[in-house]
């Protein structure tokens, strides 16, 4: 198995705005496994592309995540753990569009998730939702020949 690091570099993602440098990486592979750290609505420049507005923050963090994952050489099905933080208060409806998006982006049955509620903001104002996941290379392949098996009986 080769435990070689490799970052993700996918052009024109997002960088922090010019208060500092960020140190690490969007999403780093070893082996098969793959881990994506927060992901935001953010432009190439670090500036919030829809403030306040979750449902539209959602489906660029999934867009971003999905981004990394692929750069990386995994696919969404690969995905096995799946994290989302949310910032303010989040009404059902909200909730449930934003829930609707995220899991419409993996095939089914989805990855293990939580949801995490922390207050009024995340690093940055305007910022409502950031998503991090963990993935297994190859494990939706295998998953799809599982499925395959157990269909042919």
């Known amino acids: 198995m080769n435990l070689e690091r490799r970052h993700a570099n996918v052009p024109g993602h997002w960088q922090v705005p010019g208060r ?3 140190n690490h990486s969007h999403g780093i592979r070893v082996g098969d496994m793959i ?3 927060g992901q935001e609505d953010l432009d190439e420049n670090g500036n919030v592309r829809n403030p306040g507005d979750v449902v539209a923050q959602c489906h660029s963090v999934m867009q971003s995540l999905k981004a990394v994952i692929e750069d ?4 969404m099905g690969d995905v096995v753990q799946f994290n989302t933080f949310y910032a303010g208060e989040l009404s059902f409806e909200e909730w449930q569009r934003t829930y609707d998006i995220r899991f419409g982006y993996f095939p089914e049955p989805g990855p293990t998730a939580t949801g ?3 207050g009024e903001e995340l690093n940055l104002p305007g910022i409502r939702v950031e998503v991090n996941a963990v993935a297994v290379v190859g494990s939706a392949a295998a998953k799809a020949a599982a499925g ?3 269909t042919e009986k």
Not at 72 to 75: F, H, K, N, R
Request: no cysteine; glycine share 18%.
């Open 20 to 22: 500092f440098q960020i």
């Open 116 to 118: 995490i509620l922390i």
């Open 72 to 75: 990386l050489g995994g696919t």
């Open 148 to 150: 395959a098996d157990s």
């Open 35 to 37: 881990w994506v750290g």
